[in-house]
């Protein structure tokens, strides 16, 4: 009923930047929090970045600075601006989102296909 799609990775030179880019579709009531989570090889999936639907916004404390999320709620898109990019941010990145498909509705929890992005040293 509802589809996170990602775009916008790839491989980037280290300093490099990216801007990964979300679209949520499907029986769409409302979306709260939509937020960007990330999981490198061997390692466990550790939130990104997180906004609401109001706009507050929360990183992970050791990418503030260099990572920035942003949404368009009209659209039902969530972005995250990448810059000066690390070899250590290599990984797939996933998109999430809280949604509610009826008025009043509990909302569900749905994560996207994942995009990957390498960062090359």
């Known amino acids: 009923q509802v589809q996170l799609v990602e775009s916008g990775g790839g491989l980037v030179q280290a300093g490099g930047s990216l801007r990964l880019s979300c679209a949520a579709s499907g029986s769409i009531f409302s979306i709260m929090t939509m937020g960007w989570y990330r999981q490198a090889p061997g390692k466990q999936r550790e939130l990104v970045a997180a906004?609401?639907?109001?706009?507050?916004?929360d990183y992970s404390d050791s990418l503030k600075g260099r990572f920035t999320i942003s949404r368009d709620n009209a659209k039902n898109t969530v972005y995250l601006q990448m810059n000066s990019l690390k070899p250590e941010d290599t990984a797939v990145y996933y998109c999430?989102?809280?949604?509610?498909?009826?008025?009043?509705?509990?909302?569900?929890?749905?994560w996207g296909q994942g995009t990957q992005v390498t960062v090359s040293s």
């Open positions: 906004i609401t639907s109001a706009g507050s916004t």
């Open positions: 999430s989102a809280d949604v509610s498909t009826t008025y009043r509705g509990v909302h569900f929890g749905y």
